[in-house]
């Protein structure tokens, strides 16, 4: 699993060294080697586990599919970002940590109503 790229669907395997990696970033971490570059690239797909190549040279719109399984592997990059969330209970379950603005709070329930005193009592 690449740390780099979270949503690495193939594993490209390196012309230097003969090895899969996920990523070059991969590579360059693990390897003492430059990673050599080639138009002739070897995949091989997460989803279905079967290998395939392809010519970087004539690399086109369809070439964008894993020819096996049809799984799209030229995605954009998502790398992981820090960020601080708040935990707790299911919103959909108990919607209590809501609370929206467009909607009024409902007023205190009374048996006396201020708004229609001078007309009960007169």
Same mark, same amino acid.
């Given at each position: 699993?690449?740390?780099?790229?979270?949503?690495?669907?193939?594993?490209?395997?390196?012309?230097?060294?003969?090895?899969?990696?996920?990523?070059a970033e991969?590579?360059?971490?693990?390897?003492?080697?430059?990673?050599?570059?080639?138009? #002739?690239?070897?995949?091989? !797909?997460?989803? =279905?586990?079967?290998? +395939?190549?392809? /010519? $970087?040279?004539?690399?086109? #719109?369809?070439?964008?599919? !894993?020819?096996? =399984?049809?799984?799209? +592997?030229?995605? /954009? $990059?998502?790398?992981?970002?820090?960020?601080?969330?708040?935990?707790?209970?299911?919103?959909?379950?108990?919607?209590?940590?809501?609370?929206?603005?467009?909607?009024?709070?409902?007023?205190?329930?009374?048996?006396?109503?201020?708004?229609?005193?001078?007309?009960?009592?007169?």
């Amino acid at each position: 699993m690449c740390k780099h790229v979270l949503n690495a669907q193939v594993a490209v395997r390196s012309p230097c060294c003969r090895k899969w990696f996920d990523c070059a970033e991969c590579h360059q971490e693990t390897e003492n080697h430059p990673l050599l570059q080639s138009y #002739d690239m070897t995949f091989a !797909c997460k989803k =279905c586990k079967k290998c +395939f190549r392809k /010519d $970087a040279r004539e690399f086109e #719109d369809s070439d964008e599919y !894993c020819p096996h =399984c049809d799984n799209h +592997f030229v995605l /954009d $990059a998502v790398t992981p970002k820090p960020r601080l969330e708040f935990e707790g209970e299911d919103v959909r379950i108990d919607s209590r940590m809501l609370k929206d603005d467009r909607t009024r709070s409902e007023e205190q329930r009374t048996i006396f109503n201020v708004k229609d005193a001078p007309d009960r009592l007169g």
